[in-house]
């Protein structure tokens, strides 16, 4: 490789362009970091660095010195020459080890010749190699060597210059160049390709407009913070954090109801998804945002509060979606995305009997704040069913099984049998109702959040005698079918059943009931009666109310109150959902 230093010889150092040049590249850098290209995720500690890998082959070194003379014996690139020739500053280091990088894993050969390729273009500020412990390198020769090295005299002699011409000049610059290795902690952050993208968002536009003293602060500072947080445990912070392993995420995908019946959604509506911008609340490992990118999305916006936001980012790089996929830590309601409005929302919030959780109430603040008016909720309804429960193996499973637990009677562990919604699965023959009700529909393009805590009638209608129904109840089901329309304005039929609901159009839906194909990790929720219900054998329907309202203790959870009329005495119970 030839000594591209030679074509441009010793360059003429003129004043103002260096300067204004060095300034250029500190504003794009703040820039970076402001905008959360460069965001700080962790803290770091120099136990975290890797060492140094060839810009030209895989090989691994104990520091930089000596990656740059394998460079230049193996590989006829000759590092300190390059950059002694042309001039190069702390930026431009930065730039030229990650241009190359960029060139080689493309295949192609840097053109080194024309260092305008990589000087002019802010993007190589970025790194290409996760945990490059090269680019550290490159702060530690700048410190090390200042005195020896003369641009680096050279050019700390053309800032005290501007300094005696411009004293507020001057003063901005001492600004900026005290919170460098701050920037430079975040830069390695981004290395290591953990980012939480809108962790300042928190603070809102008094945040963004504060100076960058204020922003992460020193390594003790972060510590001490996550201590504070740590100490002030919410509702939320159990919340998130049970979303933050991964095998809450293992049973999510592993069902295949909910993940591909998303996918279908996305891929079988492709020319929805063409060109378009699209927000992902809680987007968990990131797959729902994988497929609206692969679907020909322009941008994906991936929001999640909890740690697995770490996880989804590195998902996304490693599928090469970055430049499509934005990832974001923090929760939809405080932080502020870079566009005013998105065409489509995908969400999965659904928890169980649908409400659990309080996700939805995140999904429809991000809605009216960021849903174009003519945009898409994907999904776009979802239902509310209930019917009649029948079946003695689960209450002997459930409630019989604690007359005697190994000759001992333990009549004390029921009541919160009665008390509790219990999740379990329920096969067709175990619903004494020949059709479930729909006691609640959710239009997800309308509905708001005072909406989410509701009374409304229902009816159940009980199987025949001469089905095998023998007149008694043990209590109710509840489960939730999902749609997902091409359109906002597309009309669900109101005795569709989501299991069978595919129009042939694009649409399609699922259930979590007793006939869906397979089982879902959401289950169905059973409301059990504290005794079972006799019913007359001349009643064919029951009527009711059931009402759904957050508890105060957790406003995640629910409490569902029942009542129902028709049987040989009414029924009035409340049922955690905690």
């Given at each position: 490789m030839s000594d591209p230093s030679e074509s441009f010889g010793q360059q003429e150092n003129k004043e103002s362009p260096a300067v204004e040049e060095f300034e250029s590249d500190l504003e794009d850098f703040e820039d970076l970091i402001k905008e959360n290209e460069l965001e700080s995720a962790s803290d770091w500690t120099n136990d975290d660095e890797t060492r140094p890998i060839?810009?030209?082959?895989?090989?691994?070194?104990?520091?930089?010195?000596?990656?740059?003379?394998?460079?230049?014996?193996?590989?006829?690139?000759?590092?300190?020459?390059?950059?002694?020739?042309?001039?190069?500053?702390?930026?431009?280091?930065?730039?030229?080890?990650?241009?190359?990088?960029?060139?080689?894993?493309?295949?192609?050969?840097?053109?080194?010749?024309?260092?305008?390729?990589?000087?002019?273009?802010?993007?190589?500020?970025?790194?290409?190699?996760?945990?490059?412990?090269?680019?550290?390198?490159?702060?530690?020769?700048?410190?090390?060597?200042?005195?020896?090295?003369?641009?680096?005299?050279?050019?700390?002699?053309?800032?005290?210059?501007?300094?005696?011409?411009?004293?507020?000049?001057?003063?901005?610059?001492?600004?900026?160049?005290?919170?460098?290795?701050?920037?430079?902690?975040?830069?390695?952050?981004?290395?290591?390709?953990?980012?939480?993208?809108?962790?300042?968002?928190?603070?809102?536009?008094?945040?963004?407009?504060?100076?960058?003293?204020?922003?992460?602060?020193?390594?003790?500072?972060?510590?001490?913070?996550?201590?504070?947080?740590?100490?002030?445990h919410t509702n939320d912070d159990h919340y998130f954090e049970s979303y933050a392993y991964n095998e809450i995420h293992e049973i999510m995908l592993k069902d295949t109801i909910r993940t591909e019946s998303y996918r279908d959604c996305i891929y079988d509506n492709k020319d929805i998804f063409k060109d378009k911008v699209v927000l992902d609340v809680g987007c968990g490992t990131g797959i729902l945002s994988m497929f609206a990118a692969k679907a020909g999305a322009k941008k994906v916006f991936a929001v999640d509060n909890s740690d697995i936001i770490e996880k989804a980012i590195a998902n996304v790089f490693e599928n090469g979606l970055e430049k499509i996929v934005q990832c974001y830590r923090g929760k939809i309601e405080e932080i502020t995305l870079p566009t005013p409005k998105v065409d489509i929302i995908i969400s999965e919030w659904m928890g169980y009997a649908l409400l659990y959780e309080a996700m939805l109430d995140s999904v429809l603040n991000a809605r009216d704040k960021y849903l174009d008016e003519d945009g898409l909720m994907a999904p776009s309804e979802c239902r509310l069913l209930v019917a009649g429960l029948r079946d003695d193996e689960f209450i002997n499973d459930k409630v019989n099984f604690w007359n005697d637990i190994y000759g001992f009677k333990m009549s004390a562990m029921k009541p919160r049998i009665f008390d509790d919604v219990i999740i379990e699965n329920f096969k067709p023959s175990s619903i004494a109702s020949p059709e479930p009700y729909v006691f609640r529909a959710l239009p997800l393009h309308t509905v708001t959040v005072a909406d989410l805590e509701f009374s409304s009638p229902f009816k159940i209608s009980l199987n025949s005698r001469e089905s095998g129904f023998d007149g008694i109840l043990d209590g109710l089901v509840i489960y939730f079918d999902t749609y997902f329309t091409r359109s906002r304005d597309e009309v669900i039929p109101a005795d569709a059943r989501a299991e069978s609901f595919k129009p042939g159009n694009g649409s399609l839906g699922f259930t979590t009931g007793p006939w869906g194909p397979k089982y879902t990790h959401w289950r169905s929720a059973a409301l059990l009666f504290n005794t079972p219900l006799s019913v007359p054998e001349d009643v064919t329907e029951l009527t009711g109310t059931i009402s759904y309202a957050k508890r105060k203790v957790n406003s995640r959870e629910y409490a569902i109150s029942l009542e129902l009329n028709g049987g040989k005495k009414p029924i009035k119970q409340t049922y955690m959902m905690r």
């Open positions: 060839c810009l030209f082959c895989e090989l691994t070194f104990d520091d930089a010195d000596a990656v740059w003379s394998h460079c230049a014996l193996d590989h006829s690139f000759d590092y300190n020459t390059l950059r002694r020739g042309l001039g190069l500053d702390f930026f431009g280091k930065l730039k030229l080890v990650n241009y190359i990088r960029s060139q080689v894993l493309h295949g192609k050969t840097p053109e080194l010749n024309q260092p305008e390729l990589f000087l002019e273009d802010s993007q190589y500020l970025k790194p290409v190699m996760e945990d490059d412990a090269l680019l550290f390198g490159i702060q530690d020769e700048d410190s090390e060597n200042e005195e020896e090295d003369a641009d680096v005299v050279y050019e700390k002699e053309q800032l005290q210059q501007i300094a005696k011409e411009s004293t507020e000049k001057a003063k901005s610059l001492q600004v900026q160049l005290s919170n460098l290795q701050l920037q430079f902690d975040e830069y390695k952050d981004i290395v290591r390709t953990i980012l939480n993208r809108g962790a300042d968002s928190d603070n809102g536009d008094e945040s963004s407009n504060s100076s960058s003293s204020s922003r992460s602060g020193s390594p003790d500072r972060r510590r001490r913070r996550k201590s504070e947080r740590k100490k002030k």
